[in-house]
């Protein structure tokens, strides 16, 4: 079994900082993207920030500048830094994880269960 766990989340207010952290659980061999999306009430999902095991790395414009993501593979980790927090940062941030390769076969877009962000002052 293949488990997302986020961590990180929680309450700031604009123009601070904070790390999301995210590792899989399992026996997994590799993964081929991590990423994050979020949620804000009343909107869909959204791509935030994603990096593939080649090193692609996507942005959502809204965040280019301001958040960086970075893996680290040993561990099947991922990691958020988002730098100069605004109120419409605010959401439920999820962790996703695609093509891992698990003992039995591969396992394909799975996701954490969220942690919320809210940037208020």
């Known amino acids: 079994q293949v488990q997302l766990m986020e961590s990180g989340g929680g309450l700031v207010q604009p123009g601070e900082s904070l790390r999301l952290s995210c590792a899989a659980s399992?026996?997994?061999?590799?993964?081929?993207?991590m990423g994050w999306y979020r949620q804000a009430p009343g909107k869909q999902r959204e791509l935030v920030a994603e990096?593939?095991?080649?090193?692609?790395?996507t942005y959502a414009d809204s965040v280019k500048g301001r958040f960086t993501i970075t893996r680290d593979d040993a561990k099947n980790t991922v990691y958020l830094q988002m730098n100069n927090l605004k109120p419409e940062d605010t959401a439920v941030y999820y962790c996703?994880?695609?093509?891992?390769?698990?003992?039995?076969?591969?396992?394909?877009?799975?996701w954490g269960q969220g942690t919320q962000v809210t940037v208020s002052s």
């Open positions: 996703n994880a695609d093509r891992a390769v698990v003992a039995g076969g591969i396992v394909n877009d799975f």
């Open positions: 399992g026996t997994i061999f590799s993964i081929h993207a």
């Open positions: 990096m593939t095991r080649p090193g692609r790395i």
